[in-house]
């Protein structure tokens, strides 16, 4: 809490730096995701994120934290629960636009630990899937993230290049493990677009991530595969209306496992089946102060490369989610935004890095989201 009150202190100094003639956005709201499977393990979550966003000219300041309440009831054995502050995120932003041949933003992001470390063993089922809940990270270490992003426009086409470099610092990542240091990442980002009618657009995106080694009292410990993501994208635009198509695909190369004291060998075959997502967005114009919109989403992840009698299968996971909303335009400064989501998900069998059945969920999401510009 000392942590986060000296966070807030400075955010509120830096945004008072840059407030004189600036633009000033604030965003807070709330949201909820339950869940509950076939073998009736069920789980949730409830987190209250803080946003405060500062522009001045060229320069921009942020400060992003929140508060989280996260439950897991298993069929069998005792319920766990948390509630605890999340990490602060800090970033610091230049931009130079029309000055020279490409535009460029410069980036710095800090991660400042503000969050929960050094879980007890019990409270490890608190970090749930992704697809089950928002929050999945309850806390990390010191981190520092400088960005580079290049874009350049002529006429129909926008063409965007992005590098990010991610120093990771030391955490307790549980009460068992502790000076846990995750490696550094390294990313790079690319995205053209095309205007080829009226009302048209489309899009061609990809990323690409490099992973360094993680350790554990400064002996190799594991090193995720690299991680290669392409997608593309339609958009069409009426007056009442819009509506868009996005397609992504998402690839891992084989990770690196410690086969004895600081030494890592790759994995026999790849334990990251391959994943494709395709979301499907519409959005109605009310009037200038409403919008209504909704969304469609499938996924799909293919089972791994490891047969099915492997200690290290992985099956194959469907998900399909519907979600609904509606924005409105309170005055010239306030702005409200309300979000329900359902989803349901089929797991096939899996034996890593557990044994689990084949099992299907059921979910829902929602949350409500205030933004306030000055």
Known sequence: MKIFIRVLA????????????????????????????GNNNQGSQAYVPLQVKAQHKQVSVGVLTGYAYTYYDPSAGDSQSLSQ??????NFAYEIMEKLPVDILLGLDFN???????????????MMDPDLVTITQLGEGYNINPTLTIAKE???WVAGLGFGYVWRGKYDYSQDLRNYDPGNIFNTTAEVRFDFLPNWSARLFGNYTWYEKDQVESSDFYREGDFFLAGLGLQHTQTKWAASLTLRSLFRNKSKFEEQAGTLATEEQNSHGIEWIGDLAFKYFVNDQTTLQSYLQGLLVQDNGYPSDS????GKRQKLSLGIGASRKLNQHLEVVLLVKGFVMHDDEARYPEYRSERTYQGFSAG???TGRF
């Open 112 to 126: 400042l630990p503000s969050g929960k470390t050094a879980l007890k063993q019990q409270d490890l089922v608190l």
């Open 311 to 314: 200690s290290h299968f992985i």
């Open 154 to 156: 002529w006429s129909n």
């Open 85 to 90: 502050m999340l990490d602060t995120k800090v």
């Open 368 to 370: 409500g989201q205030l």
């Open 10 to 37: 400075i955010a509120a100094a830096l945004v008072a730096g840059v407030s004189f003639a600036a633009d000033v956005q604030f965003q807070t709201g709330g949201q909820y995701d339950g869940w509950k499977d």
